[in-house]
């Protein structure tokens, strides 16, 4: 049987819209060896428990992108507290899930894998009870933090439980029934914001979270790593100050102002967090970003190529269900189901795309695959207010799934095949953390051009159409809601109409803008690739 070695492409990957895996989720698997063999009558249990675990997180990442309206809605929030929303589960995530992976393996994965579970149930419960938009946001950093312990949890007990004979087939599984749920997700949020309340997608993980926690202690064998490290609490520690401080100074800018001491004083601590933090790293005696693997200019490359691409992946599936449900009058459930092409094209696509690394290596794929990303993601920028799904965004999304269905799976053979075997798990991580902190940067930052754009666009437009004074004003001070406006009430119907349809294309102009910003993101990782990756001959590995 021919084994496959971490320089070929691994089955399957999917992209990391928020809530999909990211790109090296498989290649963490097949990275460790199998210590903990489980019985053969308990396999199917501990893939039931894992993937059950991971969809969770998966899951609840997607829907409340498609529930931010809902939460606009129902707490009177404006854009920037429901950024707050997806950003405290994102930072979180991304800053611990190096040392989630690193606790397991020294206190014990299943261990750890179910302390992330309970922590996460809790939180979800937390969520779905909360009063007030900073309720909600307090729980979802808690979710982040047990997302932080369950992911790279689940993927370890999958690599500990299963010998390399049985793996494959293993992965395989949990990749498809992961992308089952990445699709069916959004939909099935979609329907129960739609029918019923926000406040059922957080509730729903609660029965999931009690069958992966009876699941684990009956079937899941207890395993730790081959070395029991020590954890790199310093480095997590600036990790969370600096990428805090730094989404905290930039989403609270357009309302507090640039020269607020808070948004002041947060980017300068940020500043020095994120300078101090490789000097940590480097004399950290486990470090969690070990960083002698940037000495590989592919996998410093891969690294840059996946943190512009994701960025603009985490950006757009922001804003995107607030265009669908705010100006073009979608549903819930429509605006779930709106990104299945795209899912189901990179899924049915990915094996092909694997083979388009062993035919011409990875880096011609990483340079088309993202140059036809850009050119999805500027199809978006096309249709008006109205316009057809089917004439309109199912190209776009045709279009964008071929461009990362060509793009995922070199991205994961460029990013392993640089590495040592010893050094698979913590290359797989740092791509992963990577992809997530892309998104959690790219929110903050492109926010700002969002909330400052819209405002342009509609003073502009509220001027020329003569509007009274005092409601012009109350507009524009409510800029940072969005679409989400009310029209001030005391006008008449036309001026209400009028200004309605100047809050709808002033967001178009932002989304449009936005977009432009994901398709030129999208050909910097195609410059990325051109520039930094070398080809199969060149390879150099850390």
């Avoid at 308990?42 to 675990?53: K, R, V």
């Avoid at 940020?270 to 002698?292: G, K, N, Q, Y």
């Avoid at 392993?416 to 902190?437: C, E, H, L, Y």
Wanted: charged share 10%; with cysteine; hydrophobic share 55%.
């Amino acid at each position: 049987m021919h084994r496959r070695t971490l320089s070929e492409p691994s089955p399957a990957p999917m992209a990391s819209l928020p809530g999909m895996k990211p790109p090296c989720d498989d290649a963490a698997i097949r990275s460790a060896p199998a210590d903990s063999p489980c019985r053969p009558q308990s396999g199917p249990w501990i893939l039931a428990a894992a993937i059950l675990g991971t969809s969770m997180a998966f899951i609840d990442s997607t829907v409340v992108n498609v529930a931010l309206p809902a939460l606009e809605s129902s707490f009177k929030a404006g854009v920037i507290d429901v950024q707050w929303v997806v950003e405290s589960y994102g930072l979180f995530l991304g800053a611990l899930i190096l040392v989630g992976g690193a606790a397991g393996d020294r206190f014990g994965r299943r261990k750890v894998f179910l302390t992330g579970i309970a922590l996460f149930a809790l939180a979800s419960a937390a969520c779905g009870m909360a009063q007030s938009i900073h309720q909600l946001i307090a729980a979802r950093a808690l979710q982040g933090i047990g997302a932080a312990l369950l992911t790279p949890g689940s993927l370890a007990i999958i690599s500990a439980s299963f010998p390399e004979v049985e793996r494959g087939r293993a992965i395989g599984t949990w990749s498809g029934f992961s992308a089952i749920t990445t699709a069916l997700g959004p939909v099935l949020g979609g329907w129960l914001i739609q029918h019923a309340t926000w406040r059922w997608i957080f509730f729903i993980n609660l029965p999931l979270a009690a069958a992966v926690i009876l699941i684990s202690i009956v079937h899941v064998p207890e395993s730790h790593g081959p070395v029991a490290k020590r954890l790199d609490l310093l480095g997590a520690l600036l990790a969370i100050i600096g990428l805090g401080g730094l989404v905290f100074g930039l989403i609270e800018s357009p309302r507090l102002g640039w020269t607020n001491l808070k948004v002041s004083g947060s980017l300068l601590i940020a500043i020095v967090s994120l300078i101090s933090f490789p000097f940590v790293e480097a004399r950290a005696p486990s470090p969690m970003v070990p960083l002698t693997l940037f000495r590989s200019r592919t996998f410093s490359g891969a690294n840059l190529l996946t943190l512009f691409l994701y960025a603009a992946l985490g950006i757009f599936f922001f804003i995107f269900p607030m265009n669908l449900i705010q100006v073009q009058g979608y549903s819930a459930t429509a605006a779930g189901a709106a990104a299945l092409p795209l899912i189901l094209l990179m899924f049915f696509l990915s094996r092909w795309s694997g083979g388009l690394v062993s035919r011409y290596g990875a880096k011609p794929p990483l340079i088309i695959g993202p140059l036809i990303a850009a050119a999805g993601f500027a199809l978006f920028t096309v249709p008006g207010v109205g316009s057809s799904y089917w004439k309109s965004f199912f190209p776009a999304f045709i279009v964008l799934g071929f461009g990362m269905a060509v793009s995922v799976a070199p991205l994961t053979t460029a990013v392993m095949g640089t590495v040592d075997q010893k050094f698979a798990g913590a290359a797989s991580g740092i791509n992963n953390a990577v992809a997530r902190v892309a998104g959690l940067l790219a929110i903050a930052v492109f926010g700002i051009l969002m909330v400052n754009a819209f405002a342009t666009r509609l003073d502009r437009q509220l001027a020329n159409l003569n509007f009274p004074p005092a409601a012009r004003q109350q507009l524009l001070s409510n800029r940072t809601m969005l679409a989400a406006i009310d029209p001030p009430s005391g006008l008449d119907p036309a001026q209400t109409a009028n200004a309605k349809t100047a809050i709808d294309s002033s967001f178009l102009f932002a989304f449009r803008l936005v977009a432009f910003c994901c398709a030129s993101l999208a050909i910097a990782s195609a410059a990325m690739a051109t520039l930094i990756i070398e080809g199969p001959a060149n390879h150099q590995k850390a």
